[in-house]
């Protein structure tokens, strides 16, 4: 963190290595910056923590993939679906639902899309369905070693009423969605 009487506006950078040689720049434009070097960035938390005007995530270019591999740590954001429009397809789609690792405030949905159901544009939106409450969800997209299909998408604990929910993945491609699993699990 550093502070700079003669200015006004507030920074949450993320940052590597290379950002060091940037931190006086920003340091000097900025009334408050706050710096942060976790990979997986906890944007969420420290949004609320800081309340920051501006926000730059700084990644060197030869590790611009770990954007595809390691998201943020936040709410996935809320979608509006017109559910009388979704259709259904079998496919091999994984669906798993745990305590995250990467924060204990949050529950992950992820898994893996079958390939036959996905596209390079598609997206991918997560159905939760606690008690008699539902939500759809948009999850991130990853891609790892062993697939490029991967989602995942992180909730709130505080947001959730039981450990048991009804999970459907639809996967919307162009005007087009389509519901390609869903299960009902526990939180491990």
Known sequence: VTDNQKEQKSLLMFRDSFGDTLIPFFSNAFGKAY????????I???????????????KVERNISEY????????APKRTVDQSVIQ??????TVRFENSET??????????????????TSDVYVKVTDGDRSDIYEAFTLTDDESDNGY????KKQNVQSTSLGIEIIVKNGDTFTSVASDTLEAR
């Open 152 to 155: 995942l998408m992180y909730l």
């Open 103 to 120: 924060d204990a405030d949050y529950f992950e949905i992820a898994g893996v899309l079958d390939p036959s159901v996905v596209s390079d």
């Open 88 to 93: 259904n397809a079998e496919s091999g789609t």
């Open 35 to 42: 710096y942060s070097k976790a990979t997986n960035y906890n």
């Open 68 to 75: 595809a591999r390691t998201p943020s740590v936040m709410e």
């Open 44 to 58: 969420e938390k420290l949004m609320d923590e800081y309340a920051p005007e501006y926000v730059i995530a700084e």
